[in-house]
């Protein structure tokens, strides 16, 4: 199988919201990209939308502006995708989120590329495991799920299946790290991984609330960004829990009918968050005080660049 240092071509199949900014991202570090869709006006599209964006991480000093052209010279596109996939050791898959479709590029892909290539899928709900669980060779099947604009945000969702292959897995890591990228690998494949299945219970939340008329869209927004968008970026959405005590939880739960025995454990062995030092993280020898004051701090700073930036007006 390629190695991450062995690497140097990458296929990319999609150029769309997510593929022309993968690809962007790759060819930012050095790899040379073959960019693939089903006709040249996307195409040309993606590559104007690239050199935009370019410009934009330039203004921000991601990207030295000298750089550009080179890094535009490393990106090749093409409608001929069988021609492409030629040789292709590592291939991402970012097309339309369609069954059919991805499962027809893979069938494609297994007798074209290599028998040990990398096959990664970019999908966001489909499980593509079951979808292709008839594919040859599967241990070289893997997810990365990027998040939109890839040439922004830092995660990406690692996810193998039962049956991919420990070097996959390696390789898949080892590559978004050498990309700048902060993967994390999911331990049981869902279609929805992390972020999604919280963003999705947000929304869903979000919904009930302006469907029943209990806040406007204006009041929803203003409420979340002056507290969660505050606190989150700091303390995630399980250390929050820390910090609002897990007796506090249990109490909720309780009232609520039905205490999930992982809070019941904790908060027998007094493992309350934050107040005891210890509850879903482990604050070691920080006391409750400076264990507070850590957090206030970065708060405070979070706060301050918040009300700098927009005082939490829309965009
Ligand atoms: N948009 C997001 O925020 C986001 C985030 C994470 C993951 N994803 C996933 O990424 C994938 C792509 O999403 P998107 O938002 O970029 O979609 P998009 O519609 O913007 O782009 C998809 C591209 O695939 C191309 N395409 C369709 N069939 C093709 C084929 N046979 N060969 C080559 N190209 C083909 C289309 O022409 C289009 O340009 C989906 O699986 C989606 O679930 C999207």
Known sequence: MVTVEDLNNILIIGAGTMGH??????????????????????????????????????????????????????????????RAAEGKTFVLEAVSEMPEIKKHIFNQLVEICPHDAVLASNTSTLDIFKLLKDIKNPKRLITHHWFAPPHIIPLVEVAPSKKTSKEVINFSIE?????????????????SYIVNKIQNAISGAMYELLVKKIASAEEIDFAIKTTLG??????????????????????????????????????????????????????????????????????????????????????
């Open 230 to 315: 505050i606190r989150l970026p700091i303390v995630g959405i399980v250390q929050s829990q820390d910090f609002t005590g897990l007796d506090l939880i249990y109490d909720i739960q309780k009232s609520m009918g039905g205490i999930l025995p992982l809070i019941k454990e904790k908060v027998e062995k007094n493992h309350l968050g934050a107040k005891t030092g210890k509850g879903f993280y482990d604050y070691g020898d920080l006391s409750e005080d400076e264990i507070l004051k850590k957090r206030d701090r970065m708060y405070l700073q979070q706060l301050a660049f918040l009300e700098k930036l927009n005082n939490f007006d829309p965009v």
């Open 21 to 82: 900014s993968i690809a962007q991202v790759y060819a930012q570090s050095g790899f040379k990209v073959i960019l693939v869709d089903t006709n040249l006006e996307i195409l040309s599209h993606a590559l104007k939308l690239i050199e935009s964006n370019l410009k934009v991480l330039a203004e921000f000093g991601k990207v030295n502006v000298n750089d550009i052209p080179s890094i535009l010279s490393r990106i090749y596109t093409t409608t001929d995708f069988k």
């Open 175 to 191: 590559l978004l790290q050498k990309i700048g990228k902060k993967p994390v690998l999911i331990k049981k494949f869902s279609p």
